[in-house]
């Protein structure tokens, strides 16, 4: 490697420590020290999920369980510790020693944190009454969080948890404008709030961190510290380099193997696009094309699920939707978007004119070349099903054996694959210039199959054991720990090479290399969880999302699109430079409740998962958006090219996934919401169609070259497949409906389960001489009266004379039941009451699929022109 290559793969090093794991590394006893404080965080995590301190606790009688508050202070001290000694506070600040500062930060930041633990019973006795010890370590702790943050995550997240603080303090002024002007809070309350009890820092996203995403993120460490990484990339590249931009290709598919695990867009990037940017460069794409391709892809990778950039997990505790349910809603428009992707590239590659890199063989039969292409994915599937069905076998047969029959067949099918890993060389680390010639299949495949087992055993335990996700990436982590530790005695074992206690040290050394680096990269997640939860404790202080819904409801005008189109735009502003999990947390908590109270009063109520996805699709896209696009950045340092440039080419290819968050919303079968197998099945189907013919407009090119009116056609088939109900409902109208006044009969007629919808109008509490409507979804529980069974909902209807004719008076819900939150803004004391104005009964209409038939019609007409214009262009 000449010097200049070598320079550029340090900075590219540096710029991923900076970012993940923290640049100084200090040598000789601190170093090892640092390295232990990280080990050690990655065995108290461990600890915790396991069942050893419950087993301790009962068999020798030591108490040395961790409840859940407790977890998460002991999680963030680790967390503060090794962001103050492991990332410079300064540019200029040392990175082969650690400064006498930073050690006084670290001690800090600790104290603050176990000051919760020492002291916790004093603190519940004075709940809500702070000392002035209380104040001072609050003060203190919420001061060294934010250094945290600046150290390893950049200003960004710091100056938005700054505002929040400020608004805290400083919302009552009398120069704000009136509309986002609060009652505030005193320091005491404030400090309270924020660090001695859950609503702040050590609220639901720490937890989150400290019991689910470390052993995901420690996971994907040691996934990668064992070879996987560079084994899923050479796969890609073996199967798909040989198509056209088949560099770019094997980017794609590279990054959606990595963000299986990964939580980092960034990292991905760099990971990946070490190795496809310069082969994609090398083969025809342009350096901004080129970069573009793998930040779409990357970012992409923090939508798929299971892991998705470690967000998954948070929006299932905001959401209260289960962790596998998450997963199932995620599926299908994180592969539509991959497959949109893949076909986007291929339409580069057409247009460039691109052929792919050469394969070792010259010659394949159409069956070959097909095999070649899914052989190592066939292999995997069969695995698959191998463990899923052998093992749900064992469970039904042996119910009280399984998990040491689980451990069994994870043995066998683990010395099964390495003996056919050992049979050939292992993978070298190449760097790109070296790939004259693509690896063969059959020569990739079998050498790290095994590395499969342990995502098995993750999804296994997910999926059909239906075990906790932190206990699930805790079996996970312990296969993928045994898996570091043996593969390299095993392999000279079966090799008949001279096995000896060198390969086990090496072993042991990968597993707490890999535990050491799961552990610093858990670092910017755990203080951006933290300083995310002020952003939290804010919200819920202050109300502050009611603010940002008021000022959207009036930009928009009562208009829907203008409200989904201005959230999206604020979600892209709120979420640039942030990382995913804090990302989401910010977006989440400011912007999903506009959706969701805005949309009401429009009559616009869609499911709480499909508004959580809507705003975090739109989050993520932030790493690719100039100007500040982290990720874009990242793949320019790679490509040589443009980094705002690359970032508008990136936000052009992931156009097409801009588009899903607005289908969601209108369209939720695309998230498998209330759809059968069969049904889902055919919604995957429409959906990929439809995101292709999206791609190809967009991009300008189908068969051949399109013209504006084909693009055009394009896009209006494209969108008649995503969201047919549109044209439905210019012919018919979805709802009959009815005077508010028989709202009790109706809710008698319903069967149990099913919802019954209605519009609640009345008084605006904060302005009583402005009427507001809102639009309620109740769920009917078991049948009897309409008004017992609308009372055992949380709403009790009144009886008021003044209320109009046609309608209900409704009483006030009474604190704790389902509506009192969502009815408060109404003045249930004014003069006018608040009434039941109408209920809403979907209308007996067309199926919405007719108006498939018309585009495919359209599609087939286009399909036909632009062949024969292709075989025009093709004779000339």
């Given at each position: 490697m000449d010097a200049h290559a070598r320079s550029k793969t340090e900075a590219l090093e540096e710029m991923v420590a900076e970012i993940e794991s923290g640049s100084r590394h200090p040598a000789g006893p601190v170093g090892l020290f640092l390295s232990a404080l990280a080990l050690l965080w990655s065995l108290f995590q461990l600890y915790v999920a396991s069942g050893v301190p419950f087993w301790l606790s009962e068999t020798v009688g030591l108490n040395v369980v961790f409840n859940n508050q407790e977890v998460r202070q002991v999680h963030l001290a680790f967390a503060m510790a090794l962001c103050a000694l492991a990332y410079p506070l300064f540019k200029g600040s040392p990175h082969d020693r650690i400064p006498w500062y930073d050690w006084l930060l670290a001690a800090v930041g600790v104290g603050c944190c176990l000051y919760l633990l020492i002291f916790k019973n004093d603190i519940a006795d004075r709940a809500g009454l702070p000392t002035v010890a209380d104040m001072t370590i609050s003060a203190l702790g919420l001061i060294s969080l934010g250094i945290a943050v600046l150290r390893s995550l950049g200003l960004p997240l710091l100056l938005v948890a700054t505002v929040f603080l400020c608004y805290v303090f400083f919302g009552d002024l009398p120069w704000l404008p009136e509309v986002v002007q609060w009652k505030g809070a005193s320091f005491g309350k404030a400090m309270w709030h924020f660090w001695m009890q859950t609503e702040g820092v050590f609220g639901v996203a720490l937890g989150v961190s400290a019991t689910m995403i470390f052993l995901f993120v420690l996971f994907g460490a040691l996934l990668e510290r064992a070879g996987a990484g560079n084994y899923f990339i050479q796969l890609a590249l073996s199967l798909l380099g040989h198509l056209r931009g088949g560099p770019a290709k094997a980017a794609v598919v590279a990054s959606g193997l990595s963000g299986l695990y990964s939580g980092s867009s960034i990292a991905n990037v760099v990971t990946t696009g070490t190795f496809t940017i310069p082969l994609m460069v090398k083969t025809g794409f342009t350096r901004e094309k080129a970069g573009a391709v793998e930040v779409a892809s990357s970012t992409n990778g923090q939508l798929t699920p299971p892991v998705m950039g470690a967000a998954a997990f948070l929006i299932a505790e905001f959401t209260g939707e289960a962790y596998t349910d998450v997963i199932r809603h995620a599926v299908v428009p994180a592969l539509a978007s991959y497959i949109a992707l893949f076909y986007i590239v291929h339409l580069e590659a057409m247009k460039l004119g691109l052929e792919g890199m050469p394969r070792p063989s010259a010659r394949f039969t159409a069956m070959q070349k097909l095999m070649g292409f899914l052989g190592g994915f066939v292999a995997m599937g069969v695995l698959g099903v191998l463990v899923y069905y052998v093992l749900g076998a064992v469970a039904r047969a042996l119910p009280g054996m399984t998990p040491w029959a689980g451990a069994f067949i994870f043995l066998l099918a683990y010395l099964v694959l390495v003996r056919i890993a050992a049979a050939r060389p292992d993978l070298e680390h190449k760097e790109p210039e070296h790939f004259d010639v693509l690896p063969r299949v059959d020569e990739v495949a079998p050498t790290g199959l095994y590395y499969v087992l342990p995502i098995l055993v993750l999804l296994w335990c997910i999926l059909v054991d239906r075990l906790s996700p932190a206990l699930s990436a805790f079996w996970a982590s312990l296969a993928m720990l045994f898996v570091v530790l043996t593969q390299d005695f095993l392999k000279a074992l079966f090799r008949r090479e001279h096995a000896h206690l060198g390969h086990f040290r090496e072993g042991v050394v990968g597993m707490v290399e890999g535990m050491i680096a799961g552990a610093r990269n858990m670092v910017p997640i755990g203080v951006a969880t933290g300083v995310a939860g002020v952003v939290i404790g804010t919200v819920s202080l202050t109300g502050a999302h009611q603010v940002v819904g008021e000022f959207v409801e009036m930009l928009a005008g009562g208009n829907v699109m203008v409200m989904l189109l201005l959230v999206a735009v604020m979600s892209l502003i709120l979420g640039m430079g942030l990382p995913t999990t804090a990302n989401y947390i910010v977006v989440s908590s400011l912007m999903a409740p506009v959706i969701v109270s805005v949309g009401a009063q429009t009559g616009l109520v869609v499911p709480l998962i499909a508004v959580h996805m809507f705003v975090f699709y739109f989050g993520i896209l932030a790493d690719d958006t100039p100007p500040v696009g982290v990720a874009a950045f990242a793949a320019a340092a790679i490509s040589g090219g443009d980094p705002i440039r690359t970032g508008l080419q990136g936000f052009g290819y992931d156009i097409r996934t801009a588009l899903l968050p607005f289908l969601f919303i209108f369209n939720t079968e695309l998230l498998l919401i209330d759809v059968t197998p069969l049904h889902a099945v055919f919604v995957f189907v429409i959906a990929v169609v439809a995101m292709l013919l999206f791609a190809a407009a967009t991009q300008g090119y189908f068969i051949t070259r399109s013209r504006g009116w084909e693009s055009a056609a394009l896009l209006l088939v494209a969108f008649t497949l995503f969201r047919p109900g549109f044209w439905l409902d210019q012919v018919e109208d979805p709802f009959v409906h009815l005077p508010g006044a028989s709202v009790a009969k109706v809710a008698a007629a319903l069967p149990e389960?099913?919802?019954?919808?209605?519009?609640?109008?009345?008084?605006?509490?904060?302005?009583?001489?402005?009427?507001?409507?809102?639009?309620?979804?109740?769920?009917?529980?078991?049948?009897?009266?309409?008004?017992?069974?609308?009372?055992?909902?949380?709403?009790?209807?009144?009886?008021?004379?003044?209320?109009?004719?046609?309608?209900?008076?409704?009483?006030?819900?009474?604190?704790?039941?389902?509506?009192?939150?969502?009815?408060?803004?109404?003045?249930?004391?004014?003069?006018?009451?608040?009434?039941?104005?109408?209920?809403?009964?979907?209308?007996?209409?067309?199926?919405?699929?007719?108006?498939?038939?018309?585009?495919?019609?359209?599609?087939?007409?286009?399909?036909?022109?632009?062949?024969?214009?292709?075989?025009?262009?093709?004779?000339?």
């Open positions: 389960g099913d919802f019954l919808r209605m519009v609640v109008s009345g008084p605006d509490f904060d302005k009583p001489d402005r009427q507001v409507a809102l639009t309620l979804v109740v769920p009917m529980g078991a049948p009897g009266a309409g008004a017992a069974r609308l009372q055992a909902a949380g709403l009790v209807l009144g009886d008021n004379p003044d209320a109009p004719t046609g309608t209900v008076a409704l009483d006030e819900p009474l604190a704790g039941t389902p509506y009192f939150a969502k009815l408060q803004g109404f003045d249930f004391y004014a003069d006018t009451p608040v009434v039941i104005e109408r209920v809403e009964q979907d209308a007996e209409r067309l199926p919405k699929e007719v108006f498939y038939a018309p585009a495919l019609v359209l599609l087939a007409f286009i399909v036909l022109r632009q062949r024969a214009r292709r075989r025009r262009e093709a004779a000339a």
